[in-house]
Each structure stands twice: as structure tokens, then as C-alpha cells.
């Protein structure tokens, strides 16, 4: 079975913060995708991955970054916690020609405060 | 862009009667469809796809969806709800070529009442 974990299930945070989440998957999926998801908008993707060192911006990507230093892990940066950033974010890897199947870790219940 | 859209918030429908979550679509070119599923408290579990071929697409836990080109649909369809199907459920649409990026609606609430 693929297994996508990541770093917390709740982590709260000052507003200005620095947060770092982290993603890391067991399958050696080529693609990882970040997303955060709200009530009523569904899932909004911030950014994706399709190989280390690459990244692609999706359709929310203001106000984070990301790092793909090593093909299993994919890390999400807010590099300065705002209140609006206040959400569930998931995780989610995929296998490079295996279309649509995204594998999606816990999620992390993020609060800046 | 492609998108899909998911027009009810909420379904409710008692257990044993025929749920059905609809989908809608928006896409130039060949529709890629995906239906998930997020049950309290955990991530997305993918439930089947439409590619090509059959329009009558078989998945996980008794689901199926119909795609339907002429009213740009992929409704989820179970015979027979279950409590246990309580959850959220999202359709999804490929967006691009050459990609696994997806577009996901906003999702559909099912509560199946005992």
C-alpha cells in the first residue's frame, strides 16, 4: 500500500511564523502535489512537483514555497504565517504515467493565530 | 480551463435506497475523470476514473459513475447506501496534457441516515 505521511496532524501558529510542513512518500511517486482545502471551495492546489529540484506553481501559490530536495519528501513553507493561511492542508504523491491516481496523505490542520 | 462542478452541497439519503453525487464538466479536448472520497477525519482515497471506453465505470466500494458526453456528466451512483458511505465526496477532472495535475469541484456532503 501507498503511504503518504505528514509531519502533524494540528500545529498552531503565530501569526509571522515561519511553519514548515512536511510530506513524505513510500512508493518512489515522481509526482507530489500540495493542496489546501477550505469549506465550500473544495481543494485548491498551491504548488506540484514532478521530479526533485522541480516545482510548478498551481493556483494559489502566494504567500508559500516549497522544497523538493529528495525524491520521497516534499516540504510546504509559509514564510510568514497570516491568518488567512488558517486551514487543512494535504499532501498527495502519484506515479509519473499512471493518470489521475493521487495518493493523499492525513492532512494537516493548520491555525495561525 | 477545465473544471468540474459539483452543484449540490449536501445529499441526504436513507441507507439501502440508490445514491447518487453529481458532476458536471468543462474540458476542451478528451475528458480525464476521477470521483474521490474523504471520510471524517482522513485524506482522499481515490474511487475510479473515466479514460475512455465503457461510459459505465466500476470502482471501489460498490460505487460506479456514468459518463455521459452529450450532457457533460460523470454522476457517482452506489445501488444501495450505507452508513458507512457518510462522507464527502469530490469529482475530478486532469487539467492539461502530458500531467497528473487535477481540478477538483468543492465536494458533496452524503449523509445516509439509518
Known amino acids: 500500500d501507498v503511504k503518504v505521511t505528514q509531519s502533524s496532524r494540528y500545529l498552531v501558529k503565530r501569526t509571522g511564523e515561519k511553519v514548515f510542513l512536511e510530506c513524505v512518500q513510500d512508493?518512489?511517486?515522481?509526482?507530489m502535489f500540495w493542496y489546501r482545502q477550505d469549506p465550500g471551495l473544495g481543494l485548491r492546489l498551491i504548488y506540484f512537483s514532478y521530479d526533485v529540484k522541480m516545482k510548478e506553481k498551481g493556483d494559489i501559490p502566494e504567500g508559500y514555497s516549497v522544497s523538493r530536495e529528495k525524491k520521497e519528501r516534499f516540504s510546504l513553507i509559509l514564510e510568514s504565517a497570516s491568518t488567512n493561511q488558517t486551514s487543512m492542508y494535504l499532501c498527495?504523491?502519484?506515479?509519473?504515467?499512471?493518470?489521475?491516481?493521487?495518493?493523499f496523505g492525513p492532512g494537516t490542520r493548520l491555525t495561525v493565530t | 480551463a477545465q473544471s468540474v462542478a459539483q452543484p449540490e452541497d449536501q445529499v441526504n439519503v436513507a441507507e439501502g435506497n440508490p445514491l447518487t453525487v453529481k458532476c458536471t464538466y468543462s474540458?476542451?479536448?478528451?475528458?480525464?475523470l476521477f470521483w474521490y472520497v474523504q471520510y471524517p477525519n482522513r485524506g482522499l482515497q481515490f474511487l475510479l476514473k473515466y479514460i475512455t471506453g465503457d461510459n459505465l465505470v466500476k470502482g471501489s466500494y460498490g460505487f460506479e459513475a456514468e459518463f455521459n458526453k452529450s450532457q457533460t456528466s460523470f454522476h457517482l451512483k452506489k445501488p444501495s447506501a450505507l452508513v458507512s458511505d457518510s462522507a464527502l465526496y469530490f469529482c475530478?477532472?486532469?487539467?492539461?496534457?502530458?500531467?497528473?495535475?487535477?481540478?477538483f469541484g468543492k465536494g458533496n456532503q452524503v449523509v445516509v441516515i439509518p
Open positions: 498527495a504523491s502519484s506515479l509519473r504515467g499512471v493518470l489521475g491516481e493521487q495518493y
Open positions: 512508493m518512489d511517486h515522481e509526482n
Open positions: 474540458v476542451s479536448g478528451n475528458p480525464y
Open positions: 475530478a477532472v486532469r487539467e492539461g496534457e502530458g500531467n497528473n495535475r487535477l481540478a
